[in-house]
């Protein structure tokens, strides 16, 4: 191992596991009955192990040339059968930041030629196409010329006060392409000067740092800044969770404001600019990994639910334990059917409520719902929160405020 990819908090890390096991059972992998390689604790060891045999002194003595090439794959196959949802380490005593640790080793092991092979794809796919989906980029906004009523310009505006950065999902997955169309025609009765970027919004980068490739991501992160910039936008709205952790995490913006769907909507309640319609149905919510765990925010999407629904149930795990959907740590790419099982087990917790519609706040986690609902039978409704404000909310008018 060159170590360089970790930080020696990272390393301090692998050191404090007591492989006590607690991460064990929220895992939603191991929870697939994968074999007990797959337990968090023993990838930590496993880690410990190749970095002791490399760089430890017993290593040193005894085996200094020993090729480590076959514990590193059995680590590779491991560390991307993971959805990196981070559930491992709201358990764990001694706090291990196992969501970053998995990243860093996945950068490790593409540097050291261990990764796996559909990498090589995914970085041809986005030089050329701006986008890990490996749909021409010029059609990313074609969901708007499907809408009813817009202007000639598309939202594509040279000026704007507002951008909504769309992302890949709900750009290119018809699935799913009634979150955008859903937050832009709100943005619209919010009376906001807002912009899409259309074929120049690349994708944020996510995939790729996840998948452990940074240096590929970088191209994207700067076109992304170039476009803001030469829009003048002061804020930025996302209703993808990933995007919006990642502009916070790897854009390193200062003066622009960064805002998630459900942030943004629960602003516009307190400033009395938005009221919710009585929502009849028995109605839960399903945190995102990356908007819950991820950004820590839990409580403005309940809040804006609660608003109209009056029967609000929560999940049996939720808010920092909140289960994964399976679709994230790109692990579809890797292993379809097991992100597919994941979305059932979500699904089954979903059910088990007694709840007749499940909100969510995120493209993908909707995409992997309805994905098990066409698998198992079900009567259950599934929108994101803009899809379910879009119907519900009564918009007063009025100009703009921040803060
Ligand atoms: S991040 Fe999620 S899937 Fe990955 S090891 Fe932790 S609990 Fe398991
Ligand atoms: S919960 Fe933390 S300390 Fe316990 S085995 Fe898992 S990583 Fe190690």
């Given amino acids: 191992m060159t170590l360089t990819n970790f930080s020696v908090k990272q390393l301090m890390e692998l050191d404090a596991c007591t492989r006590c096991g607690e991460c064990m059972n929220p895992c939603p992998i191991n929870v697939q009955g994968a074999a007990d390689l797959y337990i968090p604790a023993e990838k930590i060891s496993m880690l410990r192990r190749i970095i002791g045999r490399e760089r430890g002194l017993l290593g040193r003595l005894l085996k200094r040339n020993r090729d480590m090439s076959p514990q590193l794959t059995t680590l590779s196959e491991?560390?991307?059968?993971?959805t990196l949802c981070g559930r491992c380490q709201q358990v764990c005593p001694v706090n291990i930041d196992q969501r970053n640790l998995w990243i860093s080793v996945r950068h490790e092991l593409v540097e050291r030629g261990h990764a796996p092979a559909v990498l090589d794809q995914v970085i041809e796919i986005t030089r050329k196409e701006h986008n890990?989906?490996?749909?021409?980029?010029e059609e990313r906004a074609m969901w708007v010329e499907f809408m009813d009523d817009v202007p000639d310009h598309l939202y594509q505006k040279e000026r704007a006060d507002v951008l909504y950065f769309v992302g890949c999902i709900g750009s290119f997955s018809p699935a799913v392409q009634e979150i955008p169309t859903s937050f832009l025609r709100l943005l619209e009765a919010?009376?906001?000067?807002?912009?899409?970027?259309?074929e120049e919004e690349w994708c944020c980068g996510f995939p790729l740092i996840i998948a452990g490739l940074p240096g590929e991501a970088e191209a994207l992160r700067q076109h992304n800044l170039e476009k803001l910039e030469n829009l003048g936008a002061r804020t930025v709205v996302f209703s993808c969770p990933s995007?919006?952790?990642t502009w916070n995490n790897y854009y390193k913006l200062e003066g622009v404001e960064l805002l998630h769907s459900t942030q943004y909507i629960h602003r516009l309640i307190t400033q009395g600019r938005l009221e919710i319609k009585?929502?009849?149905?028995?109605?839960?919510?399903?945190?995102?990994?990356?908007?819950?765990?991820?950004?820590?925010?839990?409580?403005?999407p309940r809040e804006v639910i609660k608003a109209g629904a009056k029967n609000f149930v929560e999940l049996p795990q939720n808010r920092e334990r909140g289960?994964?959907?399976?679709?994230?740590?790109?692990?579809?790419?890797?292993d379809a059917d097991v992100t597919n099982?994941?979305?059932?087990?979500?699904?089954?917790?979903?059910?088990?409520?007694?709840?007749?519609m499940v909100v969510t706040a995120c493209q993908?986690?909707?995409?992997?719902?309805?994905?098990?609902?066409?698998?198992?039978e079900s009567a259950m409704e599934i929108k994101d929160i803009v899809e379910l404000v879009l119907e519900k909310g009564i918009f007063k008018g009025g100009p703009r405020k921040n803060g």
């Fill in 323 to 334: 289960y994964c959907c399976g679709g994230g740590g790109d692990l579809e790419m890797i």
């Fill in 78 to 82: 491991n560390t991307y059968l993971c």
């Fill in 132 to 137: 890990v989906l490996d749909y021409p980029n």
């Fill in 278 to 300: 009585e929502i009849e149905q028995t109605t839960t919510y399903h945190d995102p990994c990356d908007l819950g765990r991820g950004m820590k925010v839990f409580e403005p």
């Fill in 364 to 376: 993908q986690c909707k995409r992997m719902l309805l994905n098990s609902v066409s698998t198992e």
């Fill in 243 to 245: 995007c919006y952790y």
């Fill in 341 to 356: 099982k994941i979305a059932c087990d979500l699904l089954n917790a979903v059910q088990s409520t007694g709840a007749q």
């Fill in 190 to 198: 919010a009376g906001e000067d807002f912009a899409v970027l259309g």
